[in-house]
């Protein structure tokens, strides 16, 4: 019973190649959101989705497109891949906006450009 | 400049033995603090969360506090056990309407038998 899952786990592919890494919850939340974790261990927030409305969106390259097609799915494209993109990619969830509410995050997704 | 720093970077230490971790913050205007526990390979958990007016929260041997007037918060570990090898996370969140979250770089404790 997985709250929040992504796929895949590791990824591993060439620079210039377009890929996509596929999030989900089924904790029924109103807001997604998408993260890198450097290598040094520092987690920066990408984007935000609450109830389908993209409503952060940190300075990130156009590379990057978040995707959602409903509001347990949200998952996040990225086009023309560089070296610089080598990360661990985190999707989180919460309930709303609230300041108190708890975001709850997947397992992550290490993606190795090469 | 909203920043989040925690230290020591990486912590070591026996089996048993107890230990504190510190977060120093200048987020403004404060909302609220997380503790957050990554395992090698996992995502963060939660731990606590802390509002201006509260100065400590324990949660099992973790024990949060939190002095909003220097910005300043600790996680202090009591009795630690293998199973807390874990980068410890401080997260800290404003109170603008984006709700924004500020990230610590985390400290890496490692504790050994």
């Known amino acids: 019973d997985t709250a929040v899952s992504q796929t895949p786990k590791y990824l591993v592919t060439q620079m210039g190649n377009d890929k996509s890494i596929k999030c989900e919850q089924n904790l029924g939340h109103d807001t997604m959101y998408w993260y890198k974790q450097d290598s040094k261990k520092f987690l920066k927030i990408m984007f935000s989705?609450?109830?389908?409305?993209?409503?952060i969106n940190e300075t990130v390259p156009n590379r990057f497109s978040p995707k959602s097609p409903d509001k347990a799915h949200l998952n996040l494209h990225i086009n023309s891949l560089e070296l610089g993109d080598s990360a661990v990619y985190f999707c989180a969830s919460s309930p709303g906006q609230g300041a108190r509410l708890e975001a709850f995050f997947g397992q992550g997704t290490r993606l190795t450009v090469v | 400049k909203n920043q989040v720093e925690q230290s020591p970077q990486s912590l070591i230490i026996l089996e048993g033995k107890n230990c504190t971790l510190q977060?120093?913050?200048?987020?403004?205007?404060?909302?609220?603090l997380r503790w957050y526990k990554q395992d090698t390979g996992r995502g963060p958990v939660s731990l606590t969360i802390?509002?201006?007016?509260?100065n400590t929260k324990s949660n099992g041997r973790y024990t949060a506090t939190l002095d909003a007037d220097t910005k300043q918060s600790s996680l202090h570990i009591t009795a630690s056990q293998l199973s807390d090898s874990a980068s410890y996370i401080c997260v800290v969140r404003d109170q603008t309407g984006a709700n924004n979250l500020f990230f610590g770089t985390g400290t890496r404790l490692t504790v050994i038998p």
């Open positions: 802390m509002t201006f007016s509260e």
């Open positions: 977060c120093n913050y200048t987020v403004s205007p404060f909302s609220n």
């Open positions: 989705y609450n109830n389908k409305e993209l409503i």
